[in-house]
């Protein structure tokens, strides 16, 4: 049976794939973007012909997480067409590359934003719901940056990415005992099929960037090259989309889904930080929140 889905930073990316093949797949699916009669109403053209060609029952929502009322009345316009909601996908997001030194505190803020406080919105319109039907999912893109190999300038990126995987897994020992079911997708770096190293930002202070280039001349452009190289010829990040459609359709949903052609190492360490995570709550005598 379908579930009903909402895919925040739908109009790209994994959110854009995800939405699709959600879709083919069965499930009624809402791509969260913003400006939907803007900037992004090509996207919501693309995805009318796309359900129509395909007979999916996909929307477009306007659904802004850097909004608390954005939020509200995208969940709060889902459940009043549909009925109810089954799952949330936190995809949306936003990279940057360059110096640490060189970004302004402002733009950590900003950053963080988007990446963490954006599911936290996303969550209070959504959670209410699914706390009061016992039952429901939160699937959260995270990265393989968070415990794998991290190349430098990425850190504001990579901090930010690292705070939405503490929250959730906080919220996961939270939502169990609702019956509500939480899963982290784990991509890696994918440097093709996304538009995440081409539309990443940069750092606001270029002067102080600029320092940077005596000792660590081009390095951007080497990390990029070189995380290219280590991308095998088959990596497809369409895989991303298809983990997220296999954990939505589990009966009992994994806590990860790593995907990483690269192997940078994630798998490795998550699997150890979970294991001792387990291991303490067993001895504070939590053992159902595992």
């Known amino acids: 049976m379908g579930k009903v889905i909402v895919v925040t930073g739908a109009s790209s990316g994994f959110g854009a794939l995800a939405v699709r093949r959600l879709a083919l797949a069965g499930h009624t699916v809402y791509a969260g973007m913003r400006e939907t009669s803007g900037r992004n109403s090509g996207a919501v053209e693309e995805l009318g012909v796309f359900g129509a060609e395909n007979k999916a029952d996909v929307h477009a929502v306007e659904l802004d997480v850097q909004s608390q009322e954005p939020a509200d009345a995208a969940i709060a316009s889902i459940i009043a067409e549909q009925g109810h909601l089954d799952v949330v ?92 079911e939480t899963t982290i997708v784990v991509p890696g770096a994918f440097t093709h099929g996304t538009n995440h190293f081409a539309h990443s930002g940069t ?63 994630a798998e490795v360490v998550n699997a150890v930080a979970d294991r001792v995570r387990g291991e303490f709550l067993r001895r504070v005598e939590l053992a159902d929140l595992i």
């Not at 209070?124 to 430098?152: D, N």
């Not at 000792?215 to 990390?223: H, K, R, S, T, W």
Request: aromatic share 10%.
């Open 89 to 180: 996908v936190h995809n949306a997001g936003h990279m940057v590359t360059g110096p640490a030194e060189a970004f302004t505190p402002e733009q950590y803020a900003a950053l963080y934003d988007v990446n963490v406080l954006g599911t936290q919105r996303v969550n209070r319109a959504a959670l209410p719901h699914l706390r009061g039907q016992h039952s429901g999912h939160v699937v959260w893109v995270g990265s393989s940056s968070t415990r794998g190999g991290t190349p430098p300038y990425l850190a504001p990126y990579f901090a930010a990415k690292a705070a939405m995987d503490a929250v959730a897994v906080s919220y996961r020992a939270e939502l169990l005992r609702f019956g509500i």
């Open 203 to 265: 750092p606001a202070d270029t002067s102080r960037a600029a320092e940077y280039e005596e000792f660590y001349p081009g390095l951007m452009d080497q990390v990029g090259g070189r995380l290219a190289e280590l991308e095998p010829s088959w990596a497809d990040v369409g895989a991303v989309a298809d983990a997220i459609v296999d954990v939505v359709g589990s009966s009992k949903p994994p806590f990860r889904v790593h995907i990483d052609p690269s192997a940078d190492g």
